[in-house]
């Protein structure tokens, strides 16, 4: 099934660890970013990438990096987790060939607790 | 910076309608989105609206765009148990380059 394969689910993490989120689509779309959401406050955008080999800074990015090797995957680092990095966090693509209209695909999320 | 507004809340009997209102700053916005999110999942883009069109019409789903003041509504026709989700409304515009802004969501609960 076409889609996003985001791992792990969820996670438990020590604060000052380093960890990495997986982000993987099939789809071949061009955009791809990462979103936090956190209760009340939406969905922010951490980073973003129209393409491969390109990457840009949303609105929360601090702590945070991320690279985009090949169309496919797009990987999320937190250099040295902390507590107010606990969240959900989504990762999506879209198909910029469609324009604004094509909306985004969401994978089915990684829970991150920093204790 | 743009910013989207929605209730936190609605709840209605299942059998009636539905409907979740949002409000967006950009006046640059070209599309406008509902997703929906159920528990432990992602969201799912339900439909969208361009920014010239007034209503969009998708089985149960009616959406409607009021451009002069800047509201979308989404209206489920019939609420099933099935609908109890959050719904989130986003928008894509011009201002600072390609971003699309999401609203906090609103959550339905459909009482039985």
């Known amino acids: 099934i076409a889609g996003i394969t985001q791992a792990p689910t969820s996670q438990i993490l020590a604060a000052g660890r380093r960890m990495t989120l997986r982000c993987t689509q099939d789809m071949r779309h061009n955009a791809m970013y990462w979103y936090r959401q956190d209760l009340g406050l939406g969905l922010r955008l951490i980073h973003y990438s129209n393409t491969a080999g390109t990457t840009g800074k949303g609105e929360v990015p601090d702590g945070y990096s991320v690279s985009r090797a090949n169309t496919d995957d797009f990987p999320l680092t937190l250099a040295s987790a902390v507590p107010s990095q606990t969240s959900v966090y989504f990762c999506?693509?879209?198909?910029?060939?469609?324009?604004?209209?094509?909306?985004?695909?969401f994978g089915s999320g990684t829970r991150l607790t920093v204790v | 910076g743009e910013d989207v507004e929605q209730s936190l809340f609605l709840s209605v009997r299942e059998g009636d309608s539905s409907v979740i209102n949002c409000t967006y700053t950009d006046s640059s916005s070209t599309y406008l989105y509902w997703y929906k999110q159920e528990p432990g999942a992602g969201l799912q883009l339900l439909t969208y609206i361009f920014s010239n069109m007034d209503m969009k019409q998708d089985q149960r789903l009616t959406v409607l765009l009021n451009k002069k003041d800047k509201h979308l509504s989404l209206r489920i026709a019939d609420t099933q148990t099935g609908d109890s989700a959050i719904y989130f409304c986003a928008e894509t515009g011009n201002t600072g380059g390609f971003k699309t802004i999401f609203g906090a969501g609103t959550r339905l609960f459909v009482k039985a």
């Open positions: 999506a693509s879209r198909d910029s060939g469609l324009g604004d209209r094509g909306g985004y695909t």
